[in-house]
């Protein structure tokens, strides 16, 4: 007997049966839309967004709005993935997780039209997802999101004990150039010039909090880069024991003061709320931490900044 699932409104449908693994069916909508930003401007964009469903229970992109990052996908091992584009945008999309082999014969999704992507989640791990039609401009505009990939232990970030957490934050960092957002099909891409650095689509002083209760937590914190520049993280006052790269669990973990991610890449680090103090800046090393064009009224501090905060 077939056991079915279907999270209407999450627009996620699991289907399988005692004999064989599980499949997920993930229906995305390609969107636009404006981001704001926060000297109060916004800026265009395309993203995903998770679609709906209609009264008859098929999923609908009506009424959707365009996310970024993109919705997290969150996956366990070993399960057959299904993610269904339906582009409402002008140009044609593509998806792609780099990691994860997508089946072949897949096509760009056409304007105005749908497209499926199927693959095995075969391995635990922090993906990037993301449109490679034309996927410097995509990119750029936001088409990207995070895929996670759950090991069978709750708790692990992968297969092996040492990478056990307390609880996780997904960081997704990006960019904005409003002059290239304004003219995507046309805007040199060799002259992209970023002026706002995003974390989870936000700068400081917009970004969340990652909130942990208390001394001795392990928190998990999951770097996706989605921007077009290598990114160096940090702790402030913290060392962070880095666990993994690229979705591939590390032989040997070490402890690091900073941890440059590569432009595409994924890092897994967990840091120990330590038994003294209540607030942890998580930044940009490189100092991207401004919003705005340089010399611009609106140029003032911000950027790729949050705190990790407890009570």
Known sequence: MLVALALGAAGVFLTGSPASAQSVSIDLCAEAGTLPLPDGASAPVWGFA????????????????????????????????????????????????????????????????????????????????QSPSAAGRQLAMGLYGALLVRPATAGRAYDDASTAYDQESILVLSAIDPVFNADPDHANPYTYTPTYWLINGKAYPQTDAIHAPGPGTRVLLRFLNAGHDNTTMAVLGLHERVIARDAHALNNPFDANAETIPAGATEDTIVTIPATGTRFAVYNRQLHLTNGAPGSPSHTPGGMLTFLQVP
Not at 77 to 92: Q, R, S
Not at 93 to 99: C, D, L, Q
């Open 50 to 129: 998770r679609a709906a469903l209609d009264s008859g229970g098929t999923p609908t992109c009506t009424g959707v709005a365009a996310q970024v990052p993109g919705p997290v996908l969150d996956i366990p091992a070993g399960e057959l993935v299904h993610v269904v584009v339906h582009n409402d945008l002008d140009v044609a999309v593509s998806f792609e997780a780099p990691g994860q082999s997508i089946a072949e014969g897949s096509v760009a999704a056409a304007s105005h039209s749908a497209a499926t992507y199927s693959f095995t989640a075969s391995a635990p791990g922090t993906y990037l997802y």
